[in-house]
Each structure stands twice: as structure tokens, then as C-alpha cells.
């Protein structure tokens, strides 16, 4: 029997898997757009576009940044903007400038100038807000309250080191007159951020190795001489699925089941997060190795186990009344499940059983199941209601009934077994042993 002390190690390493597994391959796709995207200049820019306005500005909307804390470095290391204009007449001079968006909404308070509202690229998709008005009280560049600019004809630069505040970006012509035709593109440089990614898929792989280790830990074997024999299997390492009916039964006690089953369900969400990450580490072990490891192996076959008595006690038979105990190993519980260990299994075959050979196999699961793999729901579930309905009303389980539940029950944890790779042994069509 798992001990609880196993059973806690195992659902916190499952936890553990399930938080982090994404944190390795987020650092390296953040290290990889760093590296690949990036130009000599480290900015990742958008490709150019084409802007054109009758209108005397165009204006981003308000950016509102705040970082929230006492930032400790200065303002350049939180990132760099830069943006590259130039008009659709190279003999034309530009305006670029970015300010507070209070001065730029006094500034443009009574001028004719287009905001951008959208703005996508792929596919490209410019949208703007008209603001009526006419010309500029005077030419963009004698103000002053502009926080970084660029000016002239021919290409022009604007960088800004990123810092708190609600800022506008402005692009005008140099002497504020109307009709705007300008390509530009807008890149940012953010300086920590190929450190972070790489922090991100170090820390990762380590805790996801912790959370694997943890797993591993609670579902290996104990010491030699404490470990029960396992019921041998039929030969060819078929699974074999018992369901003895104990009459006589509740007429009302499966109404509630649900309910107290409860504990149950909670710790097969966990046992069921625990079997996909050794289903992984199973693949590749049978791959490289033709070997299913062989505590490995044993936890899998636990969680069918653990798996199937709660569906005997509840709506995927009906079969019994005895409350499901909480352990993966076989013992004294009319609902048991056997499957003896294959010393090799194939390692091209583990390439495509478990979804092309599978896939005549999943298409009767899903009738009698609702769904790939044992749950509530299908054929299944119908029939254990009605057999609950005939105990509620004539005090008895129909023995036809009951065979046919298990046998559709035997059919999918077999299919089951097989798609999880504990045997190369293709499912029977069949519903008897």
C-alpha cells in the first residue's frame, strides 16, 4: 500500500511538474526571439508601413507606463524605443517627437489630427479617431516640452529611453502643415531580456528535474523484501480487469456516490497529471531501451487500478457498495486489475500504437465511454443508471446487465493499458476475458 507520506510526495511533485514544465521552453523561445529577431543594434522592430493622413498629425494613443515599484536603475535599463520615419517624398522634412500626453493634447488641442486606435500587422490593419480642428499654432518643433525628437528630410531617428508616465508619440510634418504620407517602423531593445530567458530555462529545468525526482521518489518500488508479489496476468501481457457483484446492494446509496467520492476524485487528478509525465518518461525509456521502467510501470498500472474501483463503486458499474480504499496496489476489493510486466517491449511500435493502431480501438471506446478512456459518460453510464434505477425499484442488480457493464468496462481499460504503452499485446475485440 502507498503510505500517506508517499502519496503527499507524489501530488507535490506532480504540482511541481505542472507549474514549471512551461518555464524551459518559454526561456528559450524568449533567448531564441532575442537571437534571431534582434538586429546588430539589439532592437526587434516591426516591418515598415505606410501611413497616410490628410490631417496636419498622427498620434498614438496614450501609453501609460507604470512599473509599479522604486525601479533601482535608471531609466535606460527598463528598455529602448527607437523609431525610424521617413516621408513619401525624400525632399520633404518629418517631425518626430514623443511628450507627455497632457502637453500633446494642449499642443493639439484645436488641430485637425488622426489618433491611432489599432494598429496590427498580420495582416495589416491601421485604424484611426478623427479629431476635427484646424491648423497648429506653430510649427512642432518650437516647442518645448518635448521629451525626445527628430526632424529634417530623408530618414530621421527617434530614440527614447523607456521611463514611467503617460506618453504620446507624434508624427507631424516638420512645418505642421496638412497631408501626411510617411513608412516608418518602431523596434524596442530591452536589455535584460536574454538574461531573463536564460534564468527562466535554467530554474526550470532544475525544479522541473526536482518535481520529476519527487514523483520518481514516491512511486518506485520499496526496499527488496517489502514489495507484495503481484496476481499473475495471462500470458502476452493482457490486462485483466475483475469485477465480482456484492449483492445484496443500496437502493440508494448510488445516488449519492458522487458525493462521497469526493476525496477520490481529487487525488486522481493528481495520480491522472503524475501517469501523463510518466507516460513521457515511458516513451522515451521504451524508445532508447525497449524497457518500460519498472517502478515506473507499476505506479501506471496502480493508478488503472485505483482508477477502476472508484468507477466499480460508482457510475461506471454500480458493482458494489464497499467504499474504494486508497492505494495503488491489488488487494481484498471485489473490483481488481492485473497486468503482468513485459520484460521488452518494441521500440518501433511504441511510434504508433498509441494513436494509429489505437485509432479503430478509440472509436468503440467512445461509444461505450463518451469519450476516449474510462469516465462518466456513454453507454456506460446509461446502463449503471438504469441498473441503479432497478435497485432503487426491485431491490436487485440484473445479472445480464452487470456482465455486459464489465465487459464494456474490461474493453476500454484494455485499449487503455495499450495506448499507455504498458503492453505491446493488441487489444482484443471483445468484451470477455
Known amino acids: 500500500m502507498m503510505s500517506a507520506g508517499r502519496i503527499v510526495l507524489l501530488i507535490f511533485g506532480v504540482i511541481v511538474v505542472l507549474v514549471v514544465i512551461g518555464l524551459p521552453f518559454g526561456g528559450g523561445a524568449v533567448m531564441v526571439v532575442q537571437k534571431v529577431l534582434a538586429d546588430s543594434e539589439g532592437f526587434i522592430s516591426t516591418r515598415t508601413v505606410q501611413l497616410e493622413r490628410e490631417s496636419h498629425a498622427i498620434v498614438s494613443e496614450p501609453a501609460a507606463i507604470d512599473i509599479g515599484l522604486d525601479w533601482p536603475w535608471r531609466p535606460g535599463r527598463l528598455g529602448t524605443m527607437k523609431v525610424e520615419a521617413t516621408a513619401g517624398d525624400p525632399a520633404r522634412a518629418i517631425f518626430l517627437g514623443l511628450a507627455e500626453a497632457a502637453a500633446v493634447r494642449a499642443y493639439l488641442a484645436d488641430v485637425a489630427y488622426d489618433e491611432i486606435v489599432e494598429f496590427k500587422l498580420r495582416p495589416l490593419r491601421v485604424s484611426y479617431r478623427q479629431h476635427p480642428g484646424g491648423s497648429p499654432p506653430a510649427p512642432p518643433a518650437t516647442q518645448r516640452f518635448w521629451e525626445v525628437a527628430a526632424q529634417g528630410a530623408g530618414p530621421q531617428t527617434l530614440r527614447w529611453e523607456v521611463e514611467p508616465g503617460e506618453w504620446v508619440l507624434v508624427l507631424m510634418n516638420a512645418d505642421g502643415s496638412a497631408g501626411l504620407d510617411l513608412r516608418g517602423s518602431v523596434g524596442v531593445k530591452v536589455p535584460w531580456l536574454f538574461p531573463v530567458g536564460l534564468g527562466l530555462f535554467i530554474a526550470g529545468l532544475v525544479v522541473l528535474a526536482i518535481g520529476i525526482v519527487m514523483i520518481y521518489l514516491a512511486v518506485r518500488r520499496p526496499a527488496a523484501g517489502a514489495a507484495e508479489a503481484a496476481a499473475p496476468a495471462p500470458s502476452g501481457h493482457l490486462l485483466s480487469l475483475k469485477g465480482e457483484l456484492e449483492e445484496p446492494l443500496s437502493p440508494w446509496l448510488w445516488v449519492f456516490k458522487w458525493f462521497l467520492l469526493i476525496p477520490h476524485y481529487i487525488v486522481l487528478a493528481f495520480l491522472w497529471a503524475a501517469f501523463a509525465v510518466v507516460w513521457v518518461i515511458a516513451f522515451f525509456a521504451i524508445l532508447f531501451t525497449g524497457r518500460y521502467p519498472r517502478e515506473l510501470f507499476e505506479f501506471s498500472v496502480g493508478v488503472l487500478r485505483w482508477t477502476w474501483r472508484v468507477g466499480f463503486y460508482s457510475y461506471q458499474a454500480l458493482g458494489t457498495d464497499k467504499y474504494p480504499p486508497f492505494t495503488l496496489k491489488a488487494g481484498d476489493y471485489p473490483a481488481d486489475l492485473e497486468l503482468a510486466y513485459p520484460e521488452r517491449l518494441s521500440r518501433g511500435l511504441v511510434l504508433v500504437k498509441w494513436w494509429l493502431l489505437a485509432l479503430p480501438q478509440y472509436l468503440i471506446v467512445a461509444f461505450f465511454s463518451g469519450g476516449w478512456g474510462p469516465r462518466y459518460g456513454g453507454l456506460v453510464f446509461i446502463l449503471a443508471l438504469f441498473a441503479g434505477v432497478a435497485l432503487l425499484f426491485r431491490g436487485r442488480y440484473p445479472r445480464e446487465l452487470f456482465d455486459f457493464v464489465i465487459g464494456m468496462?474490461?474493453?476500454?481499460?484494455?485499449?487503455?493499458?495499450?495506448?499507455?504503452?504498458?503492453?505491446?499485446?493488441?487489444?482484443?475485440?471483445?468484451?470477455?476475458?
Open 409 to 433: 468496462n474490461r474493453w476500454g481499460f484494455r485499449v487503455l493499458a495499450y495506448a499507455a504503452l504498458l503492453t505491446d499485446r493488441y487489444p482484443p475485440f471483445r468484451l470477455g476475458e
